[in-house]
């Protein structure tokens, strides 16, 4: 069973910065970051594998990056140059049998919110 707690969520104006974190049991598996507006479908934002390759959604590249602590057991989110249209909910995911953006991934944390004002 792999336990997943984002943290890191908040308010901030447009043209700011949030890092989100997500505490893992372990990066043996495909590691991700997705986000949600109620109404809306699940939406994958980047993911990272084992093998330390990232993949951004056009939506957040050159703005976003995926990275990680091994020593740590903790996976972050860096947002930066933040829109009103990054306003969510961010989720954390694992799974260890696939890596894409696609939501069906195994393991789920609770979520962090983001807000983002204009």
């Known amino acids: 069973q792999v336990q997943l707690m984002e943290s890191g969520g908040g308010s901030v104006e447009a043209g700011g910065s949030l890092t989100l974190t997500c505490t893992t049991s372990?990066?043996?598996?495909?590691m991700a970051w997705f986000r949600q507006v109620p109404g809306q479908e699940r939406e994958g934002i980047a993911t990272?594998?084992?093998?330390?390759?990232?993949t951004l959604d056009n939506s957040v590249a050159g703005r976003f990056t995926i990275s990680k602590d091994n020593a740590k057991k903790t996976l972050y989110l860096q947002m930066n140059s933040l829109k009103p249209e990054d306003t969510a909910m961010y989720y954390c995911?694992?799974?260890?049998?696939?890596?894409?953006?696609?939501?069906?991934?195994?393991?789920w944390g609770q979520g962090t919110q983001v807000n983002v004002s204009s």
């Open positions: 995911a694992a799974d260890t049998a696939r890596c894409w953006l696609r939501p069906d991934f195994k393991y």
């Open positions: 990272l594998n084992p093998a330390g390759t990232t």
């Open positions: 372990g990066f043996e598996y495909c």
